[in-house]
């Protein structure tokens, strides 16, 4: 199983997504990839990593266990991450959603709706839930 960490940009045109990515890679020391999504021209989907292959694996702990209610994702990912979500954060008036999951897990996330302050709290401190897809709306 294989560990994807999903971005999305609600109502920002995919025409930016490389420079959004690029841009995002660069101050946060991780991987900003955009992710082809079905036809879906309004809003910019990524996915986020370490390594320039491959998946969102190696951010996890070693205990880190699929049935848990949260991701245990390691301690010196965490600030990169907030640093990612910071910079996605800044680029869309309309909200952000994220979400960690194995790929090709088929159970429907349950939808939080949090601020963006609070995502960015629950990514910086390592909670974020398994199952779950995070809005944010401001
Ligand atoms: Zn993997």
New binding site residues.
Partial sequence: M??ALYVELVGVSTDKAEEIAAHCSTISDLIVRPAVSSGDQANCHFVVVEFSE??A?SMLAEHASPEAPTWSLRPDVLPKLASVLRCLLARTRSGVGLEAAWLGDDDEPTEVRVSSRDLLAVVAEGGIRTKTRYLTAT
């Fill in positions: 294989c560990l491959g998946c694996c």
